[in-house]
């Protein structure tokens, strides 16, 4: 499975950016999908993750209520919306992708088998 993020870029706090990940496949290695970012000197944290195989999405405390995770109808495609974004959003924000594990729950934490190569977020304040 490859992954192509895109639409990363540089805003201002209060503005909004769209973030895209397009999977070369649909299969039940993509059932979980999710977007991770990295910011330098922090840990890589797991911003947002969608189950499609349940139906479901988890945001990081950080993000609720800013950003939301979606596909497109071949799920095939995940996106990010990101709005009101601060400037502790700055990252390279990271689209991944695994098969569920037990009772077809995704991976905890980073345990993704799929990775993008990231696109960076920086949002000036």
């Known amino acids: 499975v490859e992954l192509v993020e895109s639409g990363g870029g540089s805003v201002q706090a209060g503005g909004s950016l769209r973030l895209s990940c397009e999977a070369s496949?649909?299969?039940?290695?993509?059932?979980?999908m999710a977007w991770f970012r990295h910011a330098e000197g922090k840990k890589r944290e797991r911003v947002a993750l969608i189950n499609s195989g349940l139906g479901t999405t988890e945001y990081a405390d950080s993000v609720k209520g800013r950003f939301t995770i979606s596909q497109d109808n071949r799920k095939s495609t995940m996106y990010l919306q990101m709005n009101n974004l601060k400037p502790d959003d700055t990252a390279i924000y990271y689209c991944?992708?695994?098969?569920?594990?037990?009772?077809?729950?995704?991976?905890?934490?980073?345990?993704?088998?799929?990775w993008g190569k990231g696109t960076q977020v920086t949002v000036s304040s």
């Open positions: 991944a992708a695994a098969s569920p594990v037990v009772l077809r729950r995704c991976p905890l934490g980073d345990d993704f088998t799929y």
């Open positions: 496949t649909y299969s039940p290695d993509t059932y979980c």
